[in-house]
Nanobody, 125 residues
Framework: QVQLVESGGGLVQAGGSLTLSCAAS????????MGWFHQAPGKEREFVAT????????YYADSVKGRFTISRDNAKSTLYLQMNSLKPEDTAVYYC??????????????????WGQGTQVTVSS
């Protein structure tokens, strides 16, 4: 079992930055691919970014490429999402997730087995 707890959300002006953290419990964190998703009001949950177990491979949604950076610290069992140049359309609840299926499509939320409770990010114009 893996438990995930996000933090770092808040209110920021357009053009600003935030760093989200996701603290994981359980001894398997370092072996699991991880991802970030977001869900805006009235919309479905969408893929943001994913990182493999070592941190050596990352993949981003086109909408955040060049602005967001996903990273992980396996020694601290923590996943991060550095968000720069934030836009009002980035406003959403952000979720971290862990997958036990590294060969699946990790941009698909159905590939993930464990989810955090989410943290709200609001970007004002």
């Amino acid at each position: 079992q893996v438990q995930l707890v996000e933090s770092g959300g808040g209110l920021v002006q357009a053009g600003g930055s935030l760093t989200l953290s996701c603290a994981a419990s359980g001894r398997t964190f370092s072996r699991l691919p991880m991802g970030w998703f977001h869900q805006a009001p009235g919309k479905e949950r969408e893929f943001v970014a994913t990182v493999n177990w070592s941190g050596g491979y990352t993949y981003y949604a086109d909408s955040v490429k060049g602005r967001f950076t996903i990273s992980r610290d396996n020694a601290k069992s923590t996943l991060y999402l550095q968000m720069n140049s934030l836009k009002p359309e980035d406003t959403a609840v952000y979720y971290c997730a862990a997958s036990k299926r590294p060969l699946n499509d990790l941009s698909d939320d159905k590939s993930y087995d464990y989810w955090g409770q989410g943290t709200q990010v609001t970007v004002s114009s």
